[in-house]
């Protein structure tokens, strides 16, 4: 059993930057890929990308590809979302996620345990 506790979301301007962390524990992380999605009010949970068990791969969806850039450190057992260049659309509460296997790992479906989430809102 794998606990994920999101941190770092907060309000921040158009244009800003915020990094989130999310803390695993009770598993093998290193064992894992790690997703990001984000669930905007009224609207599902959506992709926003994924880092292989080593680090070595990442995948972004096209909304955030460019912008956005997903670290992890396996010593620390902390995958990372660093986000540039806010705009109001990204504005969600963000997830991260542990999946099994790295190719393909774009849905919901795809990860067996997930955090609580954390607020991210953007304001213009």
């Known amino acids: 059993q794998v606990q994920l506790v999101e941190s770092g979301g907060g309000l921040v301007r158009a244009g800003g930057s915020l990094r989130l962390s999310c803390a695993a524990s009770?598993?093998?992380?290193?064992?894992?890929?790690m997703g990001w999605f984000r669930q905007a009010p009224g609207k599902e949970r959506t992709f926003v990308g994924v880092?292989?068990?080593?680090?070595?791969?990442?995948y972004y969806s096209d909304s955030v590809m460019g912008r956005f850039t997903i670290g992890r450190d396996n010593a620390k057992n902390t995958v990372y979302l660093q986000m540039n260049s806010l705009i109001s659309e990204d504005t969600a509460v963000y997830y991260c996620?542990?999946?099994?296997?790295?190719?393909?790992?774009?849905?919901?479906?795809?990860?067996?345990?997930w955090g609580q989430g954390t607020q991210v809102t953007v304001s213009s």
């Open positions: 009770g598993g093998t992380f290193s064992s894992y890929a």
């Open positions: 996620a542990a999946a099994p296997r790295y190719l393909g790992a774009f849905g919901t479906t795809d990860y067996a345990y």
């Open positions: 880092i292989s068990r080593n680090g070595d791969h990442t």
